[in-house]
């Protein structure tokens, strides 16, 4: 059975940059703070990612990726069964929970690069708090309402992007 037009190619990218955005710190440039050296910055940002990872719904997050592709479907006259439902999810679960943590857990060498240490102790003291867990537990449920509006731009935008991008590269 071929895919439905609402799983075209771009909306598959699209998922997986929000996700990287999503993972990805914001952050400025770490010779900010130079003379406190990539060591430090590097402990800090593993005990932060340990502890973040470890309180982190990794299930969640890895719903937050299929269920507006779900929605999609749905909203597009595809039915689908709970059964159904329920092996996309075990599919799902099993092909990227391990590896989500396992690409969450390498945060740590990028904030050490691109965060000064200044920064990486506010972040892992804002984690320390109950607002900060709070963040964090909540932010599957961030991804996963902003997913479809993040797929639906990057669909529009990919009818101008792809020729011109063709055009560059020949």
Same mark, same amino acid.
Request: proline share 6%; charged share 25%.
């Given at each position: 059975?071929?895919?439905?037009?609402?799983?075209?190619?771009?909306?598959?990218?699209?998922?997986?940059?929000?996700?990287?955005?999503?993972?990805?710190?914001?952050?400025?440039?770490?010779?900010?703070?130079? !003379?406190?050296?990539?060591?430090?910055?590097?402990?800090?940002?593993?005990?932060?990612?340990?502890?973040?990872?470890? !309180?982190?719904?990794?299930?969640?997050?890895?719903?937050?990726?299929?269920?507006?592709?779900?929605?999609?479907?749905?909203?597009?006259?595809?039915?689908?069964?709970?059964?159904?439902?329920?092996?996309?999810?075990?599919?799902?679960?099993?092909?990227?929970?391990?590896?989500?943590?396992?690409?969450?857990?390498?945060? !740590?060498?990028?904030?050490?690069?691109?965060?000064?240490?200044?920064?990486?102790?506010?972040?892992?003291?804002?984690?320390?708090?109950?607002?900060?867990?709070?963040?964090?537990?909540?932010?599957?449920?961030?991804?996963?309402?902003?997913?479809?509006?993040?797929?639906?731009?990057?669909?529009?935008?990919?009818?101008?992007?792809?020729?011109?991008?063709?055009?560059?590269?020949?």
């Amino acid at each position: 059975m071929p895919l439905p037009a609402c799983l075209t190619r771009a909306r598959l990218t699209a998922s997986a940059a929000a996700l990287a955005l999503v993972l990805a710190p914001l952050a400025a440039p770490a010779d900010a703070d130079t !003379d406190t050296g990539r060591e430090a910055r590097l402990t800090v940002a593993e005990a932060y990612v340990t502890a973040m990872v470890a !309180d982190f719904d990794m299930d969640a997050m890895v719903r937050s990726m299929y269920r507006p592709m779900l929605a999609q479907l749905r909203a597009a006259g595809q039915e689908i069964s709970d059964a159904q439902e329920a092996e996309i999810e075990a599919l799902y679960l099993s092909e990227f929970r391990e590896p989500m943590r396992e690409l969450m857990l390498a945060q !740590d060498k990028i904030m050490a690069d691109t965060l000064t240490l200044s920064e990486i102790e506010a972040l892992y003291a804002f984690y320390n708090t109950p607002a900060g867990r709070n963040v964090m537990q909540k932010l599957p449920q961030i991804v996963e309402a902003q997913m479809p509006a993040t797929m639906a731009l990057v669909e529009t935008r990919m009818e101008v992007i792809l020729p011109r991008l063709m055009e560059i590269i020949d």
